[in-house]
């Protein structure tokens, strides 16, 4: 299997639960191709069941409640081209399922809310993504959830996110220091004291002298740029939207910043902010608006979210080349 593919690629992607992880890796599996790309879930290498876990109090977040051993041990067979006989949690029963065969594959990704934690995991991989939504978005998102679709009480859901909370500033929240890219979902600046979040500021930020990786930026190189693009080449109604670029510090790591605060009315015009960008690692002009059109329907497509997944998953596939000195056909559908 290793001669066959040469290189398997490892990608990790980490964020919390309800962060935006299963659009994003719908989006890989779109530029990609289903069979390039193997999906590893690391909520399967769980050592505590359900009911374990409600017994002793340890939550899914805590470390204790996932095998890292195996983790490492598996991640590394793969990626050295070898099957393994991964274990199942099963979500709807809460239980461990048996164990089933995976194989090596070009792009192996590992999800969870685990995959930078242990240094033994993160040194196994090429690339790595943060999906980094603030607390004020993310209490909005589950509170229109939770109470408009399973009809829970506001002091309920309030209590179940508080109760989560020290977990996830524990052991998830500091994986932020070591992904390459972090995509950071924010409340607005656009509308003054906005309590419904449909209006979102999204912020991709990007490690410098990252070996095989160029950070896109807007207009000029290493400048600082406030956009206002409104006008007669872009729709937006009420209230607007705002794109920066700018350079950064993160975690002690230089990094570059794009911004896109707002929404866009028409997807199609999208192809005019791509036109200001550079180094997006696209094949031809306009493939990254086409990616964003292609599916409209996947949540976020119309804000910061959905341009910066499209983006991501360009770098990837740069990465992979770069990695592997293999082109990735690309499918130009009309």
Known sequence: MTSQLDRVVLIGVAGDSGCGKSTFLRRLTDLFGEDFVTVICLDDYHCLDRKQRKETGITALDPRANNFDLMYE????????????????????????????????HIIVVEGLHPLYDQRVRSLLDFSVYLDISDEVKIAWKIQRDMAERGHRYEDVLAAINARRPDFTAYIEPQKEFADVVIQVLPTKLIPDDKERKVLRVRLLQKDSLVGFEPTYLFDEGSTIDWIPCGRKLTCSWPGIRLFYGPDSYYGHDVSVLEVDGQFDNLEEVIYIEGHLSKTSAKYYGELTHLLLQHREYPGSTNGTGLFQVLVGLKMRTMYEHLTSKQVKVAVKV
Not at 75 to 104: F, M, Q, R
């Open 74 to 105: 598996q991640i590394k067979a793969l990626k050295n081209g070898k099957s393994i006989n991964k274990p199942i949690y099963n979500h709807e029963t809460g239980a461990i399922d048996p164990p089933e065969k995976v194989e090596p594959n």
